[in-house]
Antibody, heavy 120, light 107 residues
Framework: QVQLVQSGAEMKKPGASVKISCKASGYTFTNSFIHWVRQAPGQGLEWMGKINPGDDVTTFGQKFQGRLTMTTDTSTSTVYMQLSGLRSEDTAMYYC?????????????WGQGTQVTVSS | DVQMTQSPSSLSASIGDRVTITCRATQSITVYLNWYQQKPGKAPKLLIYGASNLQSGVPSRFSGSGSGTDFTLTITSLQAEDFASYYCQQTSSTPPSFGGGTKVELK
């Protein structure tokens, strides 16, 4: 079945960078966009950006321009999301999500989430 | 960018109640509207796509309606496992955006 498995929790100091992986399985990796969404404690869902593993073209939310990088490794069907210049407000659960097949561009499945904590 | 506004932000209901959550877009998104359920500590799960299409495996007590700017998620008879947060999402244009969420709690 289609599955996304993310790397484990991270604890970082302000100003550092974090790199999270999202390993896909159960489908042709290059055929579907992967999006990243984060959720601060007790808050809603915030879209960060997307990557097309077919050509590595990325689109980022304006809020994250200059701090966000997304890359792929097609040999392992893995997407990487790196966020630099971390601050306390970046403490959140980070999710990757595949765009589902078909017309409506819904997200599914989602990875299990990676908790990132930024604290001095 | 399209902004999504959900209401209410929270509600209290009892088992068997009919629950309605609304979502409004700042511009027409035709039917590019999806609904997700999220339980504490878990990733969101797709319920409805294309405004009214039930995702495979989702109970038929969930339904969605609407087009343009106004959308509704209805749970016809609330079950214990439905106490969760619900989010709408527009995928008509980039950036895709989410509503602020609705937390459904036990009365």
């Amino acid at each position: 079945q289609v599955q996304l498995v993310q790397s484990g929790a991270e604890m970082k100091k302000p100003g550092a960078s974090v790199k999270i992986s999202c390993k896909a399985s159960g489908y042709t990796f290059t055929n579907s966009f992967i999006h990243w969404v984060r959720q601060a404690p007790g808050q809603g869902l915030e879209w960060m950006g997307k990557i097309n593993p077919g050509d590595d073209v990325t689109t980022f939310g304006q809020k994250f321009q200059g701090r966000l990088t997304m890359t792929t490794d097609t040999s392992t069907s893995t997407v990487y999301m790196q966020l630099s210049g971390l601050r306390s407000e970046d403490t959140a659960m980070y999710y990757c999500a595949r765009v589902g097949d078909g017309f409506w561009r819904w997200f599914g499945p989602w990875g299990q989430g990676t908790q990132v904590t930024v604290s001095s | 960018d399209v902004q999504m506004t959900q209401s209410p932000s929270s509600l209290s209901a009892s088992i068997g109640d009919r629950v309605t959550i609304t979502c409004r877009a700042t511009q027409s998104i035709t039917v590019y509207l999806n609904w997700y359920q999220q339980k504490p500590g878990k990733a969101p799960k797709l319920l409805i796509y294309g405004a009214s299409n039930l995702q495979s495996g989702v109970p038929s007590r969930f339904s969605g309606s609407g087009s343009g700017t106004d959308f509704t998620l209805t749970i016809t008879s609330l079950q214990a496992e439905d106490f969760a947060s619900y989010y709408c999402q527009q995928t008509s244009s980039t950036p895709p955006s989410f509503g602020g969420g609705t937390k459904v709690e036990l009365k």
